[in-house]
C-alpha cells in the first residue's frame, strides 16, 4: 500500500514538472508573438504546477524526517530531474518574457 502512494507521488512529480515546463514553454511562445497577458498567465500557470509539485516533496521530506525512509529507484530519481528541470526552465521562460517585453517597447 505504502509503495503505491509513493508510486503515485512520483508519477505526481513527473506530471506536475512536464505541466510546468509546458507551460513556461507556451509563455515564451506567447511573448514571442507579443501577447503578453497569455504570457504572464502561463507563467503563473507554471507556478501553479511547480507549487503542487513542492507541496508533494515537501510531503515526502517529512515522511523522510519522522523516520518514514522511501527507498530511492530510477523512477524518483527521473521524478527529481524531471523538477530540476523545470524549475530551470521556467526560471529562464520568465527571463524570455521580459526580454520580449523590453524588445517590444
Given at each position: 500500500m505504502e509503495e503505491d502512494k509513493n508510486?503515485?507521488?512520483?508519477?505526481?512529480?513527473i506530471m506536475s514538472g512536464g505541466n510546468a515546463k509546458g507551460s513556461a514553454f507556451e509563455a515564451i511562445k506567447a511573448a514571442k508573438?507579443?501577447?503578453?497577458?497569455?504570457?504572464?498567465?502561463?507563467?503563473?500557470?507554471?507556478?501553479?504546477?511547480l507549487t503542487e509539485a513542492h507541496n508533494s516533496q515537501t510531503d515526502m521530506l517529512t515522511?523522510?524526517?519522522?523516520?518514514?525512509?522511501?527507498e530511492v529507484?530510477?523512477?524518483m530519481v527521473h521524478a527529481q530531474d524531471h523538477?530540476?528541470?523545470?524549475?530551470?526552465?521556467?526560471?529562464?521562460a520568465g527571463e524570455l518574457v521580459d526580454l520580449y517585453k523590453k524588445l517590444a517597447n
Open positions: 508510486l503515485q507521488t512520483i508519477m505526481g512529480l508573438s507579443g501577447d503578453f497577458n497569455l504570457a504572464e498567465s502561463k507563467l503563473k500557470e507554471s507556478d501553479k504546477f515522511q523522510e524526517a519522522n523516520g518514514n525512509h522511501t529507484t530510477l523512477l523538477m530540476m528541470n523545470a524549475i530551470t526552465f521556467r526560471d529562464l
